[in-house]
């Protein structure tokens, strides 16, 4: 097997014609609000690629970047990334393109602010579920395990021949095989092109630059949100729901890192983890992660059900293979005025949330 298939050929073809229109032209690589190594790496592929072609890039997210892994990632390659936060409107000439790579547009708060200046959306290359929520002029979603496969299929068909010698090449190569064994929980949920694509990389990725890039140590505040998420747990049925109460926008990637945490006990096969995070503008959501190791539970399903939709119409959240997350944007109920009403405010997302997802699996409520 390998990526020569006319499937992978089409879609190199396809995505390189559209670009060919493009030449001189900026764009936008949208990544999700918490870029993962995934996302990033995909977006600097992007870059790479375009690049021989005159096609100037910003990689930018709406979020931040708080897991120790992802900074050390972005730091150690010096991937430049541009923040910019949801308070902060767009420029509105500067781009002739948006591209989205590891998400469709509903993981990002940039979506809003691009369509208002009426930038037009190019690509859409993804692994997750397809959504509709934008209308590209190309599309590549595969259910691989991780969109950084789909990137390399397009280096390995020709996109851009890698050179051992090229530093650039070689750290681009590290980012996107980093992307890939996060994605796939270190080959575990790797589907074949993923086990191509991390072969075709292998002969050029920094191996001591990716061995610092994986021995990162927790923060104190990561450390703090398991220990909450493991005295606030209930398991049911191997289900097991945890919420962690008020985070900072900088904290939020601990929710992730305490549902892999939990998935971790003898008895769980899932773990759900939520809590309130606040963004610098004083708006909070219920941000949430979900992980699992039970084949036959779909978290995008799973997630959509337990959950519903907003009176937008659009879904909490959804997810691909063995993760998820969803955000609840708080709204009206957003900000801290009082202590005595935030508590109650948590008490009731917390008994709800844990209402929803125990509700759905046919466990008892508990309390
Ligand atoms: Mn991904």
């Known amino acids: 097997m390998d990526f020569d298939g006319e499937d992978d050929q089409n879609k190199l073809k ?14 936008a690589v949208v990544m999700q609000d918490f870029p993962d190594p995934d996302a990033i790496s995909c977006a600097w592929a992007y870059r790479q690629i375009v690049a021989a072609m005159g096609i100037e890039t910003d990689l930018i997210y709406g979020g931040r970047i708080s897991h120790q892994e992802n900074l050390a990632l972005v730091n150690l390659l010096k991937i430049g990334l541009t923040a910019i936060p ?8 500067r781009y002739q393109g948006s591209v989205f790579v590891d998400n469709q547009g509903t993981t990002t708060n940039l979506v809003d602010r691009l369509e208002k200046n009426g ?13 509709d929520r934008l209308q590209p002029l190309f599309v590549d979603i595969r259910p691989v395990g991780a969109c950084a496969s789909i990137m390399t299929s397009y280096l390995a068909l020709g996109a851009m021949n890698l050179a051992a010698s090229n530093l650039k090449h070689k750290h681009l190569a590290t980012a996107l095989l980093h992307g890939i064994l996060s994605e796939t929980n270190s080959m575990i949920q790797a589907q074949p092109m993923d086990f191509l694509a991390a072969a075709h990389l292998q002969p050029f990725f920094d191996n001591d630059m990716l061995v610092d890039i994986l021995h990162q140590q927790r923060s104190h505040r990561g450390m703090e ?12 049925e191997g289900f097991c729901i945890s919420g962690v109460g008020y985070l900072r926008a900088s904290d939020r990637d601990s929710i992730p890192q ?49 959950l519903g939709r907003a ?19 708080l709204g009206f109920l957003s900000g801290s005025e009082d202590e ?9 997302f917390n008994a709800k949330i844990r209402k929803k997802f125990f509700g759905s699996i046919g466990a008892e409520i508990p309390r």
Not at 119 to 128: R, S
Not at 262 to 271: F, K, M
Not at 311 to 329: C, M, N, Q, R, V
Not at 340 to 348: D, F, I, P
């Open 119 to 131: 930038v037009p959306v190019l690509a859409i290359i993804d692994h997750h579920a397809q959504q």
């Open 225 to 236: 949100v398991i220990r909450m998420a493991l005295e606030t747990r209930e398991i049911r």
């Open 14 to 27: 396809q995505f390189l014609q559209m670009l060919e229109s493009r030449k001189g032209e900026r764009h």
């Open 86 to 93: 949801s308070d902060q409107p767009l420029d509105k000439n």
């Open 258 to 306: 305490a549902a892999d945490f939990l998935l971790t006990e003898e008895t769980v096969h899932t773990a759900i983890v939520f809590g309130i995070v606040t963004h610098a503008t004083g708006e909070e959501v219920i941000s949430g992660s979900l992980r699992t190791t039970k084949s036959a539970l779909n978290p995008d399903e799973f997630i959509k059900e337990g």
């Open 340 to 348: 005595e009403l935030s508590k109650m405010k948590w008490e009731t």
């Open 311 to 329: 009176a937008t119409g659009a879904f909490y959240g959804g997810g691909k293979a063995s993760a998820g997350g969803f955000e609840i944007p």
